[in-house]
């Protein structure tokens, strides 16, 4: 059975370009995203750091957003602007956990 997709071959094997580079950008950006949101919802949720309900709910926040990030990886154009726009995620994200322990945590 042969299926037309209307699509040279080559448009079509233009998705799997760079798919190293995004995987792995996504691997390493998406588990930074993960670790800088389970310590601003440790930093700005009420009650001391120490609990440990907090601790178990931040644990958990890990993963999703961590698989999130990695999905969404593949739909950057090239692996650099993944690496560009999720290092500048990470960057802002751990900026903004410093300033929440500066100023929110006693």
Do not use: Y
Request: hydrophobic share 55%; with cysteine.
């Amino acid at each position: 059975m042969i299926v037309k997709t209307g699509q040279p071959a080559k448009e079509r094997n233009t998705l799997s370009r760079d798919w190293w580079s995004k995987t792995l950008a996504g691997v390493a950006g998406g588990f930074g995203l993960g670790i800088a949101a389970s310590g601003l919802l440790a930093c700005l949720t009420p009650g001391p750091l120490d609990v440990q309900n907090k601790f178990q709910v931040a644990m958990w926040l890990v993963p999703p957003v961590w698989i999130g990030v990695m999905s969404v990886s593949f739909v950057f154009r090239s692996g650099l602007r993944a690496w560009a726009w999720l290092g500048g995620a990470n960057l802002a994200g751990f900026a903004l956990l410093a300033l929440a322990r500066h100023f929110f945590t006693r």
